[in-house]
T-cell receptor, first 115, second 114 residues
Framework: AQTVTQSQPEMSVQEAETVTLSCTYD???????LFWYKQPPSRQMILVIR??????QNATENRFSVNFQKAAKSFSLKISDSQLGDTAMYFC????????????FGPGTSLSVIP | DTAVSQTPKYLVTQMGNDKSIKCEQN?????MYWYKQDSKKFLKIMFS???????INETVPNRFSPKSPDKAHLNLHINSLELGDSAVYFC?????????????FGPGTRLTVT
């Protein structure tokens, strides 16, 4: 069974600094997608970034980038120039190409950006 | 224009009551989901429908019954509500074809059972 682990329940970062959130996953599949979702206090789930496992290049979206290490089954999220609006729960998620219908979420990391 | 909408956003009710949560998506997606987020923020899938057909039914009490009248709607009916049902329920949708599996979430429904 696939699992997603986020080992940091809580993190904090000073405004304008850089922070990295960790995620590891376990799967025997070769083709899959990985995601980072953000849930601010408004509770809306927002997709931050996605990575397709067959792509070697790490995905980047503005201040957000990932470090995807397929062999190590690691998928960390780096937030550069942290802003107060980045304060949120961040969830790492996995879905395989053979089961788009099922997304496995990690337990989340609560990130606080300190002014 | 709201992509995935849920009603109501808040629901407070007493134990033993029956309640429904409605979900609609205007994205043309073929798959819809219900998730439960508990007090520790853990998000777990409950059900998934593809083109009105149930394809995932996780270990959920049979007091929970999803219904999909069409591709754009997925409702959740809960019978005999219990204290442990208190949670935030999220509806989501995605398009299974086309090699892209991003899920779009509704705003959530906070259910409080007293």
């Amino acid at each position: 069974a696939q699992t997603v682990t986020q080992s940091q329940p809580e993190m904090s970062v000073q405004e304008a600094e850089t922070v990295t959130l960790s995620c590891t996953y376990d799967t025997s599949e070769n083709n899959y997608y990985l995601f980072w979702y953000k849930q601010p206090p408004s509770r809306q789930m927002i997709l931050v970034i996605r990575q397709e496992a067959y792509k070697q290049q790490n995905a980047t979206e503005n201040r957000f980038s990932v470090n995807f290490q397929k062999a190590a089954k690691s998928f960390s999220l780096k937030i550069s120039d942290s802003q107060l609006g980045d304060t949120a729960m961040y969830f790492c998620a996995f879905t395989s190409k053979t089961s788009y219908d099922k997304v496995i979420f990690g337990p989340g990391t609560s990130l606080s950006v300190i002014p | 224009d709201t992509a995935v909408s849920q009603t109501p956003k808040y629901l407070v009710t007493q134990m033993g009551n029956d309640k429904s949560i409605k979900c609609e998506q205007n994205l043309g997606h073929d798959t819809m989901y219900w998730y439960k987020q508990d007090s520790k923020k853990f998000l777990k899938i409950m059900f998934s429908y593809n083109n009105k057909e149930l394809i995932i039914n996780e270990t959920v009490p049979n007091r929970f019954s999803p219904k999909s009248p069409d591709k754009a709607h997925l409702n959740l009916h809960i019978n005999s509500l219990e204290l442990g049902d208190s949670a935030v329920y999220f509806c989501a949708s995605s398009q299974m074809t086309g090699g892209f599996a991003e899920q779009y979430f509704g705003p959530g429904t906070r259910l409080t059972v007293t």
